[in-house]
């Protein structure tokens, strides 16, 4: 995973922080490929209440900001059914943290 534990630690504030404390945080894609360089950051939000687009914004803004990379956001409700796309981000991904 090429994130420092200060960046790890900023990813799982501003989400929960935006999206509530009720938030995990999947990350997925070329961050987790040690052998890769560059790319973005791309992140699963899932939560008891869907992310709305302007949580989702805040949260792309601020940690574009902050870690200044390029910033993906993918969200979704618990416990409802994933799309193809959801379903590989979460089998692939790695959870970062949250309830």
């Known amino acids: 995973m090429r994130l420092t534990e200060r960046q790890l630690a ?21 961050r987790l490929d040690d052998g890769a360089r ?9 939560s008891n209440e869907l992310p709305t687009l302007m949580q989702r914004s805040r949260i792309k803004l601020a940690l574009e900001s902050s870690l200044a990379m390029p910033v993906d956001i993918v969200a979704i409700k618990r416990g409802t059914q994933p799309t193809a796309f959801q379903r590989i981000a979460l089998a692939t991904g790695t959870r970062l943290g949250g309830a």
Not at 38 to 46: R, T
């Open 10 to 30: 900023t990813i799982r504030q501003t989400v929960s922080g935006i999206v509530g404390p009720d938030a995990q945080v999947f990350l997925f894609g070329s």
């Open 38 to 46: 560059g790319g973005d950051l791309d992140l699963l939000v899932e």
